[in-house]
Each structure stands twice: as structure tokens, then as C-alpha cells.
């Protein structure tokens, strides 16, 4: 005699619970399903509101208040100034929304890193000064409270392969570049001003 059992083979009774056993098995399988496609759009969601947020801050970046900023501080290199307090701010709140998670580290190394490094080690010495103003104890191996968000971006960033420290040349024509970026971009904006009159 054949043991096997199947749905024809059963007493109602018998076939009710195998049905439950089966339903269970199917309504679990769904349920899995289901938590696996909403994980997956609140993954995506994060990602997209990540992404959002840093191109925000990459458009406050280059806004022609920042870009006004950033060429004072570049043009009286290594002074430092209230420009460069504005711009060492804002990197400050990038590290900050970084160490928050809100921005996603690939985003803030692709849209901010050179500027990260250079400005960096630019005005290095600056922030030294900086540090022992604010009573810091220099002797700590260079790491202080004062930009030290910014300080551990920096790091991160010397960690990946192949990045390196800007070069004195490096620096130099970083700085030329920030000096000119903002003339051309108030010229450009000037010129739209006149053409939509």
C-alpha cells in the first residue's frame, strides 16, 4: 500500500490541514517578499534624499556669496579672514552631516574632496594659530576640537588609494583658480541679469 498522502487521498479533515500547512508556507513566503521590496525602496529612498541634501550643499557651495568668499580667502592667503572662517564653516557643517550619516561619503568625496585637501593644508598653519588662540594644546599631534570635523574628513579622504596632499604648485593654482572662478561666475550672472532685460 502507497503511504504517500495527497490532497485526494485524505478525509476532508486531513485536507483542511494541509491546505492551512501550505497556505502558512505561501502567506510567509509573501511576507518575506514584501519586507525584502520595502527594504529595498527605503534603501533607495535614503540613498535619493542623500543625494538631494549633498547637492544642496554643492549649491550653497558655489552660490556667488560662497564663490565671494572663497576668492577673499584664496586672495589673502595665508592670512587668515572672516572669508575664510565662512568657508572653513561650511566644511565644518559638511563634516558634521558626514559624521550624521546624512550625506552619503562617496557624494561628499566626489562633489568636495579636492577642495577638502586644499584648503586643508593651505591654510594649515592658520588653523594652528587658530587652535592655540582658542587655547587648544598644540602637542596633541595636531588634531583639536577647532575644525576637527574637518581635520577627520580630511584623514578619510588621505586613507582612499591614491590620494595624496595638494603640492605647493598644487595649492598655488588652486588658489588662482578660486580668485578667478568667482569673477567669472559674477561676470556671467551680470550677463544674464542684462539679457533678460
Same mark, same amino acid.
Given at each position: 500500500?502507497? /503511504?504517500? /498522502?495527497?490532497?485526494?487521498?485524505?478525509?476532508?479533515?486531513?485536507?483542511?490541514? !494541509? /491546505?492551512?500547512? !501550505?497556505?502558512?508556507?505561501?502567506?510567509?513566503?509573501?511576507?518575506?517578499?514584501?519586507?525584502?521590496?520595502?527594504?529595498?525602496?527605503?534603501?533607495?529612498?535614503?540613498? &535619493?534624499?542623500?543625494?538631494?541634501?549633498?547637492?544642496?550643499? !554643492?549649491?550653497? %557651495?558655489?552660490?556667488? #556669496?560662497?564663490?565671494?568668499?572663497?576668492?577673499?580667502?584664496?586672495?589673502?592667503?595665508?592670512?587668515? +579672514?572672516?572669508?575664510?572662517?565662512?568657508?572653513? +564653516?561650511?566644511?565644518?557643517?559638511?563634516? $558634521?552631516?558626514?559624521?550624521?550619516?546624512?550625506?552619503?561619503?562617496?557624494?561628499?568625496? @566626489?562633489?568636495?574632496?579636492?577642495?577638502?585637501?586644499?584648503? !586643508?593644508?593651505? %591654510?594649515?598653519?592658520? &588653523?594652528?594659530?587658530?587652535?592655540?588662540?582658542?587655547? #587648544?594644546?598644540? +602637542?596633541?599631534?595636531?588634531?583639536?576640537?577647532? @575644525?576637527?570635523?574637518?581635520?577627520?574628513?580630511?584623514?578619510?579622504?588621505?586613507?582612499?588609494?591614491? *590620494?595624496?596632499?595638494?603640492?605647493?604648485?598644487?595649492?598655488?593654482?588652486? =588658489?588662482?583658480?578660486?580668485?578667478?572662478?568667482?569673477?567669472?561666475?559674477?561676470?556671467? $550672472? *551680470?550677463?544674464?541679469? =542684462?539679457?533678460?532685460?
Amino acid at each position: 500500500m502507497d /503511504v504517500s /498522502v495527497t490532497p485526494m487521498d485524505v478525509s476532508s479533515g486531513e485536507r483542511a490541514e !494541509w /491546505v492551512q500547512a !501550505w497556505a502558512a508556507v505561501v502567506a510567509g513566503l509573501v511576507a518575506i517578499v514584501v519586507l525584502a521590496v520595502a527594504y529595498s525602496e527605503f534603501r533607495h529612498t535614503k540613498r &535619493v534624499s542623500k543625494v538631494e541634501k549633498t547637492q544642496v550643499l !554643492w549649491e550653497r %557651495f558655489n552660490s556667488l #556669496e560662497m564663490l565671494s568668499a572663497r576668492a577673499q580667502a584664496a586672495k589673502l592667503h595665508p592670512k587668515g +579672514s572672516e572669508p575664510l572662517f565662512e568657508v572653513f +564653516s561650511f566644511f565644518e557643517s559638511l563634516a $558634521r552631516a558626514d559624521e550624521l550619516e546624512i550625506l552619503a561619503p562617496d557624494d561628499v568625496d @566626489y562633489y568636495f574632496r579636492d577642495y577638502l585637501l586644499t584648503y !586643508w593644508y593651505a %591654510f594649515n598653519d592658520w &588653523v594652528k594659530t587658530q587652535r592655540v588662540q582658542n587655547g #587648544e594644546d598644540p +602637542s596633541k599631534g595636531g588634531k583639536g576640537q577647532l @575644525y576637527g570635523g574637518y581635520q577627520r574628513l580630511v584623514a578619510e579622504l588621505l586613507r582612499q588609494p591614491g *590620494v595624496h596632499p595638494p603640492t605647493n604648485a598644487d595649492i598655488e593654482n588652486f =588658489l588662482k583658480f578660486e580668485q578667478n572662478r568667482f569673477a567669472d561666475a559674477k561676470a556671467v $550672472r *551680470v550677463e544674464a541679469i =542684462l539679457s533678460a532685460k
